[in-house]
């Protein structure tokens, strides 16, 4: 059958609408219409879009936009976009953004679709705003920060970026930011820029009791970033009461950076949680008391609490440098937990770097050539902790020499060729 005949029978089958006629071959007409019609048939493409079955109003959609003649999709997709039948309204929102079509009514159709119940019609409809190049209703899209699936927030989040200069979207993000619920209020948060911080500081401060975390983490980024010691006290005592780990998490690197010894004591009781516990640890670390040391000094030996706490906690006894730092982290090199084991080579490394006492070199040179000989873990992060002590060059050359692996060959042969140029 060729082309023209193929034509003719598709356009007896629209036609054919009577009682006792199969809707199936009529939405298959429409299809096929679609993909190899001319121009002239989008009118009869254009009728069947008030045909009584969704199934060929949807055909009828999906050959309009095959078709390609925006004049005839202008008329009708739009209605179709509003259509009971959920895959009509995806057919016809397709097709829409497939001619580019223009207008009020298509811009109206699409922020009609931001609340639908289907999701690919909400993604639908924010790729054509974008298309369009609007935000067609900026409260609508601002609702969508708080949609489950990441492709709608994640368009909504790149609608609303791109016209971030415009008045009504600033004002509205804004909106959002200071009154807005759970996912949505912390999305728009994140996209304001720092210096909106003093501006929405009474909000924010009232968002560090927010029942949803996430809002509770990107109001306390906020106020990290603000430079004002009168915050210290509300941020410790955001501390005192959160429960979720990744917002303490949070707290606790940006009050333990900045040296809070009120953190101390608030430190030690995540330091068992498996996601906040490092950061317990470091915070212990860089608060630098000797009450913090203690805690570290018992994280290291505390085999109840988590792997990544000690070795986080591995790594501070080194940057702090003790006396009895090199005796802590040397026997930890033997520990069953990879995380720990990393922990000390970085510890003895901060310590390598800082400078080690005479008596201390021997030891660690020979403690971490023996670990880098193992193959056990990392090479590369045991080759940095050796970079500079000298005391591991005749192990080193030993090892370039005469082991059979060859990482641990090309890690002792890069601290030789490194020693050479020194």
């Given amino acids: 059958m060729g082309t023209e005949q193929q034509i003719t029978y598709f356009l007896r089958e629209l036609a054919n609408t009577g009682p006792h006629a199969d809707p199936g071959r009529r939405a298959a007409a429409a299809k096929g219409l679609g993909r190899i019609g001319r121009p002239e048939h989008a009118g009869a493409l254009a009728e069947a879009a ?22 005839a999709g202008g008329t009708v997709l739009p209605g179709l976009m509003r259509d009971t039948g959920p895959w009509v309204r995806r057919r016809a929102s397709v097709a829409a953004i497939r001619l580019k079509l223009t207008g009020r009514t298509v811009t109206e159709a699409f922020v009609g679709l931001l609340d639908d119940p289907d999701h690919h019609l ?6 054509g705003l974008y298309a369009l190049g609007v935000t067609g209703d900026a409260a609508a899209v601002s609702r969508l920060l708080d949609d489950p699936r990441g492709a709608v927030w994640g368009r909504a989040r790149t609608l609303l970026y791109r016209f971030r200069d415009d008045p009504a979207v600033r004002a509205q993000v804004i909106r959002t930011a200071r009154e807005g619920e759970g996912a949505a209020r912390a999305r728009a948060l994140e996209m304001l ?6 501006r929405l500081l009474d909000s924010l401060l009232t ?141 003895l490394g901060e310590l390598v770097h800082d400078g080690l006492r005479f008596w201390e070199r021997r030891p660690v040179a020979d403690a971490l050539t023996t670990h880098l000989a193992s193959g056990r873990d990392a090479t590369w992060r045991t080759c940095n902790a050796l970079d500079g002590l000298d005391e591991a060059l005749p192990a080193l050359r030993r090892l370039a020499d005469e082991t059979s692996s060859a990482e641990v060959r090309a890690a002792a042969r890069k601290l030789l060729d490194a020693a050479e140029a020194d």
């Fill in 50 to 71: 008030d045909d009584p079955v969704p199934a060929v109003r949807a055909a009828a959609a999906l050959g309009l936009g095959r078709l390609g003649v925006p004049e």
């Fill in 122 to 127: 909400r993604i639908n409809a924010l790729v």
């Fill in 193 to 198: 820029p720092r210096r909106c911080g003093e």
């Fill in 207 to 347: 968002g560090l009791r927010d029942p949803s975390p996430e809002v509770r983490y990107a109001v306390a980024s906020r106020l990290l970033n603000l430079e004002r010691p009168s915050l210290r006290d509300d941020l410790v005592e955001a501390l005192r009461t959160e429960r979720d780990p990744e917002v303490a998490s949070l707290l606790l690197s940006g009050l333990g950076w900045r040296g809070e010894r009120r953190v101390t004591g608030l430190a030690v009781r995540w330091l068992g949680d498996p996601r906040a516990g490092r950061w317990a640890a470091t915070a212990l670390g860089h608060i630098g008391t000797n009450t913090a040391g203690e805690h570290l000094r018992g994280a290291l030996t505390d085999a109840a609490l988590p792997a990544s706490t000690r070795g986080a906690a591995a790594v501070a006894v080194g940057r702090a440098g003790g006396r009895d730092a090199v005796w802590l982290l040397i026997p930890l090199l033997g520990d069953p937990g990879a995380e720990v084991r990393a922990g000390a080579v970085e510890g």
